[in-house]
């Protein structure tokens, strides 16, 4: 859960900040752009690359609260993490989006699946396929989970694990359809398809070789 609060010390960006020209310079000397998001106003700041990555990886992960503060002021912006781009080839974050949040009203969010346990299928041959790697839920901030733990424990060949097999956590209102969002699957490997098909094959050749033997046993005997 959320409950862990990070402090982000940034400063408000000024005027001659603005800008792409600006803002290439401003990453190579370490600050990535950014932008809080409140009621009613959005207010664009710059923080030390390496303050951001501290905030992000911290024991909640990226749905951590964020209580920002802005160069100057005393005030605690308890906030989330909107959104957030990197760099195609460095990976280091380019620009971030925050939400400013209260902690007393639930919000909504997309949290990432982790699979865990062993299928009972797999040790069979069966194939674990994950369909669904987000669920979309409703919490307050603090109860925000880092991500969905779902088991594999009962999941036999054949098998569909469904939003409704999961198991209900206290605070937390799924928000995806129970039925609809499956989960993860456990199909047969095709292998063993083809080998079970051509096991049927032969089944129904020798059963039909064996009551063809049968009727001509059963034909009365011709005369000369």
């Known amino acids: ?23 290439r310079r401003l990453r190579k000397q370490g600050f990535v752009p950014g932008v809080l998001y409140g009621t009613g106003h959005a207010r664009a700041f710059l923080v030390g690359e390496r ?8 024991p909640s ?12 002021q005393k005030t605690q912006h308890h906030a989330v993490l909107k959104q957030y781009q990197r760099h195609p080839i460095r990976g280091t974050v380019t620009h971030v989006d925050f939400h400013e949040v209260r902690l007393d ?29 987000e669920i979309r839920l409703e919490a307050l901030p603090a109860l925000v989970p880092e991500h969905i733990e779902v088991d594999l424990s009962a999941l036999e060949v054949g098998d569909i694990l469904r939003l409704e ?18 989960i993860a699957t456990c199909s047969a490997p095709r292998g063993l398809s083809e080998a079970e098909e051509a096991e049927a094959a032969a089944l129904e050749e020798a059963e039909a070789a064996e009551a063809e033997a049968g009727e001509s046993a059963d034909e009365p005997a011709t005369e000369e």
């Open 1 to 23: 859960m959320s409950e862990d609060r990070i402090t982000l010390e940034v400063r408000e960006r000024e005027s001659n900040e603005l800008g792409s020209r600006n803002v």
């Open 51 to 58: 303050d951001l990555r501290t905030a992000l990886s911290g």
């Open 61 to 72: 992960g990226l749905h951590g609260i964020v209580d920002v503060v802005i160069e100057g």
């Open 105 to 133: 009203q639930p919000i909504q969010a997309t949290v990432v699946v982790h699979l865990v346990g062993e299928a009972p299928g797999s040790k069979m041959g069966g194939v674990i396929q994950t369909v669904a790697r």
């Open 165 to 182: 097999d999961v198991s209900a956590m206290e605070g937390v209102t799924f928000l995806d359809d129970p039925h609809e969002t499956v």
